[in-house]
C-alpha cells in the first residue's frame, strides 16, 4: 500500500501538510479529498520526490520510495505536463522510455491505450491540436503506460464532459479492479461517492477522516431522511430530534438521530400532505466532508 506516516511541509508561515497519516490499498480506488488548499496537491508530489518533505515518511509496501519504485508508479497532474507541439505517439513513447521501457514495448503499450481511449486517428497530431478532452486522455495514456502498480490523479476528470467522466471513471474501477492502488482528487464529491471504495479527507493539512466510505457512513450517530411530497410543505418543527437541512418545490432532506421514529414523522406531514417518496438513508459524502471540515 501507499502509505502517509507524519508527512509534514511548511512554505514559510504556511503549513501545506501538518502530520499527515494515511494509506491508499491496493485493488482499491481512494478519493483524496479537501477544500482548495487543504494539501491534496502537495501530498501527491511527495510522493514522486517532486516536494521534499520537512518531517515525516512516504512509503510504498512498507519502505522508503526511490527512482526504482517510482518508474513503476503513474502520475497525473492537476496542471498538465506534456508538449503541446510535439506529436501525440511520439511524446507518449518518448515518455514510456523514460519510464525504463524499451522503444518497442513502449509503442505497443502506447498503440493499446490510443486504440482503447479512441485516439488511434490521432497519433501524428500535435497535442495542441486535440481538444481538452481528448489532451486530457493523452494525460492519462503518459500515466499509464508503464502499467503501474499505483496510480496518482490530481483532479483528472476537471473540464472534462458528463460522456468523457463516464468513461474516465469506468476506466479507473477497472484499474482499481485489476489490484492497482489508485488515489485521486476531485471537488466532485458526488463522482468519488459513486466510484471510490477509501476516503481520505484533508483540511489545513491534516487528516480530518479517513477509512472505507460505507463504514465511514454507517458510523455517524445521524440519518438523513429525504421526502418528496404534494400539497403543503410540513411542519416537524413540533418533532424531537428531527432537523429541516433542506426545503424546496416539493422535496425535504431532514437529519434525524438514528432511533428517532420514523412513523411520527410521516403523521406529521398528513393530512394537507401527500407523501410521494420517502427514503432513509446515512449521509452522502458531502455531508461527511461538511461535518468533518467544519469539525
Known amino acids: 500500500m501507499l502509505e502517509f506516516d507524519g508527512a509534514a511541509k511548511r512554505y514559510g508561515s504556511v503549513s501545506a501538510l501538518d502530520g499527515c497519516s494515511f494509506a491508499a490499498r491496493p485493488g482499491r480506488l481512494t478519493g483524496f479529498v ?8 502537495t501530498a501527491m508530489r511527495a510522493v514522486f520526490g517532486l516536494v521534499e518533505l520537512d518531517t515525516g515518511a512516504v512509503r510504498w509496501r512498507g519502505a522508503s520510495i526511490g527512482a526504482a519504485e517510482r518508474a513503476g508508479f503513474g502520475y497525473m497532474p492537476e496542471e498538465r505536463g506534456l508538449y503541446p507541439r510535439m506529436r501525440v505517439r511520439d511524446q507518449l513513447v518518448y515518455l514510456g522510455r523514460l519510464c525504463g521501457r524499451t522503444g518497442a514495448e513502449a509503442g505497443r503499450s502506447v498503440d493499446a491505450w490510443l486504440e482503447r481511449l479512441g485516439l488511434a486517428d490521432r497519433t501524428g497530431d500535435r497535442l495542441d491540436a486535440l481538444s481538452h478532452g481528448n489532451q486530457q486522455r493523452v494525460q492519462l495514456i503518459a500515466a499509464l503506460i508503464n502499467e503501474p502498480d499505483l496510480l496518482v490523479l490530481d483532479e483528472p476528470f476537471s473540464g472534462l464532459d458528463p460522456i468523457a467522466i463516464a468513461n474516465m471513471a469506468l476506466l479507473l474501477a477497472e484499474i482499481g479492479a485489476a489490484g492497482a492502488t489508485v488515489l485521486f482528487s476531485s471537488h466532485q464529491l458526488d463522482l468519488v ?3 471510490c471504495e477509501d476516503v481520505v479527507v484533508i483540511d489545513h493539512g491534516r487528516i480530518v477522516l479517513a477509512g472505507d466510505l460505507a463504514e465511514l457512513r454507517a458510523g455517524v450517530p445521524q440519518r438523513f431522511v429525504d421526502v418528496r411530497y404534494r400539497g403543503a410543505a410540513p411542519d416537524w418543527s413540533g418533532l424531537q430530534s428531527v432537523m ?7 422535496h425535504a432532506r431532514l437529519r434525524v438521530d438514528r432511533d428517532t421514529d420514523l412513523a411520527s414523522v410521516v403523521e406529521a406531514a398528513s393530512p394537507a400532505t401527500e407523501i410521494v417518496s420517502f427514503a432513509y438513508e446515512p449521509p452522502t459524502l458531502s455531508e461527511l466532508f461538511r461535518q468533518a471540515v467544519a469539525a
Request: no cysteine; charged share 35%.
Open 244 to 250: 429541516l437541512v433542506e426545503s424546496k418545490d416539493g
Open 34 to 41: 479537501g477544500p482548495n488548499g487543504a494539501g491534496k496537491t
Open 193 to 195: 461517492e459513486d466510484l
